[in-house]
C-alpha cells in the first residue's frame, strides 16, 4: 500500500507541475489575492475633503482647524464665508464634510457654556461618515482635555444633522485615556490581511481536490485508475495529499507576504499556525471531494465551488461582526470551518494566543474536519463502486 500510495501522489504532482499555466495557478493567484485583499480591505481613511464655514474667526476656531489638518485626516478643500454655501458642495460631491462655527463660538466657550460645532457628514458612504466623525470626535475630544479638563463630546442631532457640542467644565472630572490592545494603531489591514491566509486557503484546496478528481472523470481516465490494484482508500490519499502538500507552501507564502510586504505583526507560535492550518483542510479536503461526488464536470465543479465560498466568507466573521448577525446565522456560522480558522489566525497574528486560548476553535476544526471527511470519503467511495 505504502508504494502504490507513493506512486500516486508522486504522479499527481508530476501531473500538477508539468503545465507551466498549472504551475502559474498554483502560487501566483494567491499571491494575487493577498496583495487585492490587502490593499482593497482598507477601513482607514485619509485626507477626507473638508470644507470650512468660520463665521466666528477667532483664535480658538483657528486653533481647532490647525488640529484637524494636522491629524492627516482631514484636507481643507474650501473656506465659505456663509453657512448656505456647505450644502451645494456636499451635494456636488465635492466635500465628504463640512465644518460650521456659529458666531459667538468661542464667547460661549469662555462663559463655560456649550460651543456648538456642527459637523455635515455626506452618509451617502455610510462607512466613511462613521469612521471620519469618529476621527473629528477624537480631535474635539483631545481639545476639550485641554481646556482645563473635565471636557466631555456630546454628539446631538438637530434637524437629521450631525452635530458635536463643546463643553467646558472648570470643575474636576474625569480624564478618559483610552488603550487599544494587540492593534495599537487600530490598522484595518492587520485585521484583514491574516484573514486572507483562511480564505486562500479554502479556495486553493477546494479547488485543486473537486477540479483534479472530476477532471479524471470528464477525461475518462478514472476508469483506467480503478482497475490498478489501488484501493478506494488508496486513491483518495493520493488525490488529497498533494493537495494538503501545495496549500501548505501556499499558506508558507502568504504568510510571508503578509509579514514582510504588508507589515503585519506575528505575535504567536508559526507551529501552532501551521497544526491549525492541517486541521483547517481537514474540512476543505473533505468539501472539496464532496463537491466532486456531486458534479460530472469541471464546470458544474466551479459552480459548486462558488455557490459555497462565498456563503461561506460572509458568514465566517472576515468582513462583519458575527455578533451582528442573527442568532440562527451565529449558530449556523459554527458549522463554517473558516469562522474557527480565523478566530485562530487573528489570535496567532495579533495577540500571540497559544493552544491554551485557541483549543476550542481547534477542537471544531477537528470535529468538523473529520466529520466531513468521514463523509465525503465514504460517498466517494460509494461513487467508485
Same mark, same amino acid.
Request: net charge positive; hydrophobic share 50%; aromatic share 10%.
Given at each position: 500500500?505504502?508504494?502504490?500510495?507513493?506512486?500516486?501522489?508522486?504522479?499527481?504532482?508530476?501531473?500538477?507541475?508539468?503545465?507551466?499555466?498549472?504551475?502559474?495557478?498554483?502560487?501566483?493567484?494567491?499571491?494575487?489575492?493577498?496583495?487585492?485583499?490587502?490593499?482593497?480591505? /482598507? $477601513?482607514?481613511?485619509?485626507?477626507? =475633503?473638508?470644507? +470650512?464655514?468660520?463665521?466666528?474667526?477667532?483664535?480658538? #476656531?483657528? &486653533? *481647532? !482647524?490647525?488640529?484637524?489638518?494636522?491629524?492627516?485626516?482631514?484636507?481643507?478643500?474650501?473656506?465659505?464665508?456663509?453657512?448656505?454655501?456647505?450644502?451645494?458642495?456636499?451635494?456636488?460631491?465635492?466635500?465628504?464634510?463640512?465644518?460650521?462655527?456659529?458666531?459667538?463660538?468661542?464667547?460661549?466657550?469662555?462663559?463655560?457654556?456649550?460651543?456648538?460645532?456642527?459637523?455635515?457628514?455626506?452618509?451617502?458612504?455610510?462607512?466613511?461618515?462613521?469612521?471620519?466623525?469618529?476621527?473629528?470626535?477624537?480631535?474635539?475630544?483631545?481639545? /476639550? $482635555?485641554?481646556?482645563?479638563?473635565? =471636557?466631555?463630546? +456630546?454628539?446631538?442631532?438637530?434637524?437629521?444633522?450631525? #452635530?458635536? &457640542? *463643546? !463643553?467646558?467644565?472648570?470643575?474636576?472630572?474625569?480624564?478618559?485615556?483610552?488603550?487599544?490592545?494587540?492593534?495599537?494603531?487600530?490598522?484595518?489591514?492587520?485585521?484583514?490581511?491574516?484573514?486572507?491566509?483562511?480564505?486562500?486557503?479554502?479556495?486553493?484546496?477546494?479547488?485543486?481536490?473537486?477540479?483534479?478528481?472530476?477532471?479524471?472523470?470528464?477525461?475518462?481516465?478514472?476508469?483506467?485508475?480503478?482497475?490498478?490494484?489501488?484501493?478506494?482508500?488508496?486513491?483518495?490519499?493520493?488525490?488529497?495529499?498533494?493537495?494538503?502538500?501545495?496549500?501548505?507552501?501556499?499558506?508558507?507564502?502568504?504568510?510571508?507576504?503578509?509579514?514582510?510586504?504588508?507589515?503585519?505583526?506575528?505575535?504567536?507560535?508559526?507551529?501552532?499556525?501551521?497544526?491549525?492550518?492541517?486541521?483547517?483542510?481537514?474540512?476543505?479536503?473533505?468539501?472539496?471531494?464532496?463537491?466532486?461526488?456531486?458534479?460530472?464536470?469541471?464546470?458544474?465543479?466551479?459552480?459548486?465551488?462558488?455557490?459555497?465560498?462565498?456563503?461561506?466568507?460572509?458568514?465566517?466573521?472576515?468582513?462583519?461582526?458575527?455578533?451582528?448577525?442573527?442568532?440562527?446565522?451565529?449558530?449556523?456560522?459554527?458549522?463554517?470551518?473558516?469562522?474557527?480558522?480565523?478566530?485562530?489566525?487573528?489570535?496567532?497574528?495579533?495577540?500571540?494566543?497559544?493552544?491554551?486560548?485557541?483549543?476550542?476553535?481547534?477542537?471544531?476544526?477537528?470535529?468538523?474536519?473529520?466529520?466531513?471527511?468521514?463523509?465525503?470519503?465514504?460517498?466517494?467511495?460509494?461513487?467508485?463502486?
Amino acid at each position: 500500500m505504502r508504494d502504490r500510495l507513493w506512486r500516486l501522489i508522486v504522479k499527481e504532482l508530476i501531473q500538477m507541475f508539468r503545465n507551466p499555466r498549472m504551475r502559474f495557478v498554483l502560487f501566483v493567484p494567491p499571491l494575487l489575492q493577498l496583495v487585492t485583499y490587502g490593499y482593497a480591505f /482598507n $477601513l482607514d481613511i485619509r485626507c477626507v =475633503a473638508t470644507a +470650512v464655514a468660520d463665521l466666528d474667526r477667532t483664535l480658538e #476656531t483657528r &486653533e *481647532i !482647524l490647525r488640529r484637524f489638518e494636522r491629524s492627516g485626516y482631514f484636507c481643507f478643500q474650501g473656506r465659505v464665508g456663509r453657512a448656505a454655501d456647505l450644502g451645494p458642495l456636499l451635494d456636488a460631491g465635492r466635500v465628504k464634510l463640512a465644518l460650521q462655527f456659529d458666531p459667538g463660538f468661542t464667547q460661549d466657550l469662555r462663559r463655560g457654556q456649550p460651543a456648538a460645532l456642527q459637523i455635515l457628514v455626506d452618509g451617502t458612504e455610510s462607512n466613511t461618515a462613521m469612521i471620519a466623525s469618529g476621527y473629528a470626535g477624537r480631535i474635539l475630544a483631545q481639545y /476639550n $482635555l485641554e481646556l482645563q479638563r473635565a =471636557a466631555v463630546e +456630546v454628539p446631538t442631532t438637530r434637524s437629521g444633522v450631525p #452635530t458635536a &457640542e *463643546i !463643553l467646558r467644565d472648570r470643575s474636576p472630572g474625569v480624564e478618559l485615556r483610552a488603550r487599544a490592545w494587540y492593534n495599537p494603531d487600530l490598522k484595518s489591514r492587520n485585521f484583514f490581511v491574516p484573514g486572507v491566509i483562511g480564505l486562500v486557503t479554502m479556495l486553493v484546496s477546494l479547488q485543486l481536490t473537486a477540479m483534479a478528481i472530476v477532471r479524471e472523470r470528464e477525461v475518462g481516465t478514472m476508469e483506467q485508475l480503478l482497475v490498478t490494484p489501488l484501493r478506494p482508500i488508496e486513491l483518495i490519499l493520493g488525490k488529497t495529499i498533494p493537495v494538503a502538500l501545495i496549500s501548505f507552501v501556499d499558506i508558507a507564502l502568504v504568510t510571508a507576504v503578509a509579514v514582510f510586504w504588508f507589515r503585519v505583526p506575528i505575535r504567536g507560535s508559526l507551529l501552532l499556525l501551521f497544526v491549525a492550518s492541517g486541521l483547517f483542510l481537514l474540512s476543505t479536503i473533505g468539501i472539496g471531494l464532496l463537491i466532486s461526488t456531486i458534479s460530472r464536470t469541471q464546470q458544474q465543479a466551479m459552480m459548486a465551488m462558488s455557490f459555497f465560498f462565498m456563503p461561506a466568507m460572509l458568514i465566517s466573521g472576515y468582513l462583519f461582526p458575527i455578533a451582528n448577525m442573527p442568532p440562527v446565522i451565529q449558530y449556523v456560522s459554527l458549522l463554517n470551518p473558516l469562522r474557527h480558522f480565523l478566530v485562530i489566525v487573528r489570535g496567532i497574528f495579533l495577540k500571540g494566543s497559544g493552544l491554551e486560548l485557541l483549543w476550542q476553535p481547534m477542537l471544531w476544526l477537528l470535529g468538523l474536519g473529520l466529520a466531513l471527511l468521514t463523509l465525503s470519503a465514504l460517498r466517494f467511495r460509494t461513487r467508485l463502486e
